[in-house]
T-cell receptor
Framework: AQSVTQPDIHITVSEGASLELRCNYS??????LFWYVQSPGQGLQLLLK??????LVQGIKGFEAEFKRSQSSFNLRKPSVHWSDAAEYFC???????????FGAGTTVTVRA | ETGVTQTPRHLVMGMTNKKSLKCEQH?????MYWYKQSAKKPLELMFV???????ENNSVPSRFSPECPNSSHLFLHLHTLQPEDSALYLC?????????????FGPGTRLTVT
């Protein structure tokens, strides 16, 4: 069974600074990888996903993520954060022959002025 | 209404009450999901419906009872809940029950069991 670890529970970043959120997965075959964002009072919104091909994936809101098979990682990055990026971020992994997603526990991002 | 809506947004109930959560998707999707989100824990998949048929019951206690009368509506009936059932309950839908189809989430119902 697949699983996800998000090592950072909470990250504080200054507005305009860069952001990187870590995600490590455990899965024997090629994983399907996702990043979701949850703003306060909202449901989860898909930021980006990786199925195959180019290991650097571009998403919405200026986010990107890089799949590194050797490190079993799928870290999320943004070059310059905005106050509206304050939210909770979830990494998830799935298998190509299944429909279930395994989520990490999430990383809360606080943006300071 | 667009996307996935959930009502009520907040619910407080006693352990002996019976209540229902409602989810409606306006996306023409065929698969619907219930998730439980507890603080600082991974989302837990509870139930999955595909074309109105239940295809997943992830060892959920019988005090949670889902109902899917059509592809657009999903209910979660609650009775004799425990305090540890307090959580955010999220509904999601996707066009098909397949990992390659994005799941769209509603805003959730914040449930507090007293």
């Amino acid at each position: 069974a697949q699983s996800v670890t998000q090592p950072d529970i909470h990250i504080t970043v200054s507005e305009g600074a860069s952001l990187e959120l870590r995600c490590n997965y455990s899965y024997g075959a090629t994983p399907y990888l996702f990043w979701y964002v949850q703003s306060p009072g909202q449901g989860l919104q898909l930021l980006l996903k990786y199925f195959s091909g180019d290991t650097l994936v571009q998403g919405i809101k200026g986010f990107e993520a890089e799949f590194k098979r050797s490190q079993s990682s799928f870290n999320l990055r943004k070059p310059s954060v905005h106050w509206s990026d304050a939210a909770e971020y979830f990494c998830a992994v799935g298998a190509s022959n299944d429909y279930k997603l395994s989520f990490g526990a999430g990383t809360t991002v606080t943006v300071r002025a | 209404e667009t996307g996935v809506t959930q009502t009520p947004r907040h619910l407080v109930m006693g352990m002996t009450n019976k209540k229902s959560l409602k989810c409606e998707q306006h996306l023409g999707h065929n698969a619907m999901y219930w998730y439980k989100q507890s603080a600082k824990k991974p989302l837990e998949l509870m139930f999955v419906y595909n074309f109105k048929e239940q295809t997943e019951n992830n060892s959920v206690p019988s005090r949670f009872s889902p109902e899917c009368p059509n592809s657009s509506h999903l209910f979660l009936h609650l009775h004799t809940l425990q305090p540890e059932d307090s959580a955010l309950y999220l509904c999601a839908s996707s066009q098909f029950r397949d990992i390659s189809y994005e799941q769209y989430f509603g805003p959730g119902t914040r449930l507090t069991v007293t």
